[in-house]
């Protein structure tokens, strides 16, 4: 079923080496793509002629001069089909139509009741597609709080109040169109891994700082699921045992000392009505404002450099609502994590701004349909 709307665009291996690299290092000539393939030029030539004609590849006119005849360039079309991205939220469903270059093309947007009933949200996102969907559309990404198993099953959702509610599989017979679930966190660190702040790196982990902490765990430029979808709950690693009870049922986790949660309580302790006031007196030069703040970033900087000290990543990219306060607590972290983590692993790492922003959970919401897309036939996990 997965397979189907990713086919016509592969079709075989030879053929999705010229896609993928028209598409990753494109423009570039028939000549460059026989010699980067090792195909031979007459199946260039074919590949390409029926690549033109189908529309996945363009001319973009010509290479420079150097002499000798100026060789036509091959552009992949980023046009050519469009992926639904889907965020479901627990008051609201937004949807994007998303280009096979991660641009978000039209959005859409419905708010549920709280909370929503699984049929609640399979009736919006079915509205969404019908409002979004225009020309070739190769399938649905569903971005979702909770643990979301291989198959498409929200296992557990705390900010949904669901367990075990299968959401692929209702969803693609509904839409005729192939459709894949992630954890809302891990489509963020895809997208960032193909568009954003991840580019640069194989090997990095995106944390979110905001009413939760949540982080996706990208390892070999492909994202870390675990078992059953459960990797990357950096929020609830035990930085005390004795600590503040947390929404999850145990006690002291990193979300109680380092998401909105913390910062409301530090609030409220020191006479504020809430965040933005607590916000606002801080950056006024306030100490006991600055210094919640600092704890905060420092608690973050244990979790991150617990991280660190477990995958060695090459980056860690921070991302979630909260950045927008970013100055105010991420020297704390830093400071943590160079000085206290293994210096062999901290030395090279980059702590670096999530870039696609709260666009970035759409956009890769699609791109869990885009990469499976452009998986060569043979590697597709189905
Ligand atoms: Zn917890």
């Not at 606002?280 to 210094?291: L, P, Q, T």
Request: hydrophobic share 45%.
């Amino acid at each position: 079923m997965q397979r189907k709307g990713a086919l016509g665009l592969l079709r075989d291996h030879n053929r999705g080496m010229v896609v993928n690299l028209l598409r990753t290092r494109g423009p570039m000539s028939r000549t460059e793509l026989a010699h980067l393939t090792g195909l031979a030029p007459s199946a260039i030539t074919r590949f390409a002629r029926d690549l033109l004609a189908e529309g996945i590849a363009r001319e973009v006119g010509k290479t420079r001069s150097n002499g000798g005849r100026r060789a036509v360039l091959l552009a992949f079309n980023p046009t050519y089909a469009h992926v639904i991205g889907v965020k479901v939220e627990r008051e609201r469903v937004l949807a994007a139509r998303v280009d096979l270059a991660g641009r978000i093309a039209r959005r859409w947007e419905a708010p549920l009741p709280t909370p929503p009933t699984p049929d609640e949200v399979f009736s919006l996102v079915r509205n969404a597609f019908q409002r979004l969907a225009r020309g070739r559309i190769l399938g649905v990404g569903v971005a979702i709080s909770g643990f979301v198993d291989a198959h498409g099953v929200d296992l557990y959702s705390p900010i949904l109040g669901w367990h075990n509610v299968a959401v692929g599989e209702p969803l693609a017979d509904r839409l005729g169109l192939p459709v894949r679930v992630e954890n809302d966190v891990n489509a963020l660190a895809l997208a960032e891994c193909w568009y954003g702040a991840g580019r640069r790196f194989r090997n990095f982990v995106c944390i979110t700082v905001g009413e939760g902490i949540g982080a996706g765990v990208v390892i070999a430029g492909e994202l870390y699921r675990g078992a059953f979808g459960g990797a990357g709950e950096v929020g609830h690693m035990t930085i005390d045992p004795a600590g503040p009870r947390c929404r999850c049922g145990e006690q002291g986790c990193l979300e109680v000392f380092a998401s909105d949660w913390f910062l409301a309580a530090e609030a409220e302790r020191l006479g504020h009505p809430g965040i933005p006031s607590l916000v606002a007196s801080a950056r006024s030069g306030d100490a006991s404002a600055r210094e919640a703040f600092a704890l905060m970033g420092r608690y973050l900087g244990i979790g991150a450099k617990n991280v660190v000290n477990l995958l060695n990543p090459e980056a860690i990219v921070l991302g979630g609502e909260r950045m927008t306060d970013a100055d105010l607590f991420l020297p704390a972290l830093e400071e943590e994590v160079r000085h206290h983590a293994f210096p062999e692993t901290a030395r090279e790492l980059a702590i670096v701004p999530a870039e696609l922003g709260p666009d970035g959970f759409l956009i890769g919401a699609a791109t869990l349909v885009t990469a499976e897309a452009f998986r060569s036939p043979m590697e597709r996990t189905g």
